[in-house]
């Protein structure tokens, strides 16, 4: 719990920058990045590698932010910023695992591994 609540610190402080290029993307989108880490903090033990696989509360979460906020290309690009800020306080995350999370959850659609440099508005 303590790792999710560092998580959850960390990005307070990340969106509160109005200088910062992630926080203009989640702006610009209207995406929530709090209730993203809300519905993905399940998948936080599969994405920093303590499990083989996502549990069924991450995959649910996952369907979750997909059904709300993939729609617009906008939208997915905030989901994409909110995950790039979120890397970091994964140890730098590990892309591949990120990328296989929608097919590991049953969800039709390809992630590119993300990493910490990733550009989410292209």
């Not at 649910?60 to 906020?69: M, N, S």
């Not at 993939?70 to 695992?97: E, H, I, M």
Request: contains cysteine; proline residues 7%.
């Amino acid at each position: 719990m303590s790792h999710f609540l560092t998580v959850i610190l960390a990005l307070f402080i990340l969106l509160s920058s109005s200088k910062s290029v992630i926080s203009q993307v989640l702006k610009d989108a209207k995406v929530p990045c709090n209730q993203v880490v809300n519905k993905l903090s399940p998948c936080l033990s599969y994405l920093d590698g303590q499990y083989a696989s996502p549990s069924k509360p991450c995959c649910k979460g996952a369907k979750y932010v997909w059904g709300h906020y993939g729609k617009s290309k906008a939208k997915r690009q905030g989901v994409c910023a909110c995950l790039v800020s979120l890397l970091p306080l994964l140890g730098g995350g590990n892309g591949s695992l990120v990328s296989a999370l929608p097919q590991c959850c049953g969800l039709k659609f390809k992630l590119p591994p993300i990493s910490q440099n990733f550009n989410c508005t292209m």
